[in-house]
């Protein structure tokens, strides 16, 4: 039997076109496709996307024109730095959290997001005294403020009156 002796050629990378970028010559395996539309765009350009609706606070959808199709956070963590990866995990985090349910830390320093339900399940006292899970500084659960001894939330509004306008910063 003849041994074929010609040398096998390496098949060349099928080449892509990403449509954000339009760079044509993106080879497949660099291109990222969106599980449930199956739109593809070269990775560069999902993380560059990813990172732009994060800073917007936008949900995170498909880079393509009016596609409604969400971006799973797992299947895009490997595209994302560290910081970004913490970012979204963050935003995940504040949306399983209903709106009546936040308290943020009034520490401005951590601002931490808590659940309500969750600090009243750390403390059974009838107290409102509580600290934030993340700078343990104190605060009350009453007024969002920090912790005011002996003073009632409308007393320590009164003797801090400036106190509400670099809060809502």
């Not at 606070?57 to 595209?79: H, I, W």
């Amino acid at each position: 039997i003849p041994m074929d002796t010609a040398p096998r050629r390496a098949k060349p990378a099928r080449k892509m076109t990403c449509a954000i970028c339009l760079d044509d010559d993106v080879n497949a395996d660099q291109m990222f496709t969106v599980n449930k539309c199956g739109h593809r765009f070269c990775s560069e350009c999902v993380k560059r996307h990813i990172e732009v609706r994060l800073l917007e606070g936008s949900v995170m959808t498909c880079p393509q024109f009016r596609c409604k199709s969400e971006l799973n956070f797992y299947r895009c963590a490997d595209l994302l730095t560290p910081k970004l990866r913490e970012i979204w995990r963050q935003r995940i985090r504040e949306n399983s959290i209903p709106f009546e349910e936040r308290v943020y830390c009034p520490n401005p320093k951590c601002s931490a997001l808590m659940r309500v339900t969750e600090l009243s399940k750390l403390n059974k006292e009838s107290a409102v005294r509580r600290c934030c899970e993340k700078c343990s500084e104190p605060f009350c659960t009453n007024c969002k403020f920090p912790w005011h001894d002996n003073l009632s939330c409308d007393d320590f509004k009164i003797m801090h009156p400036n106190l509400r306008e670099s809060e809502l910063k």
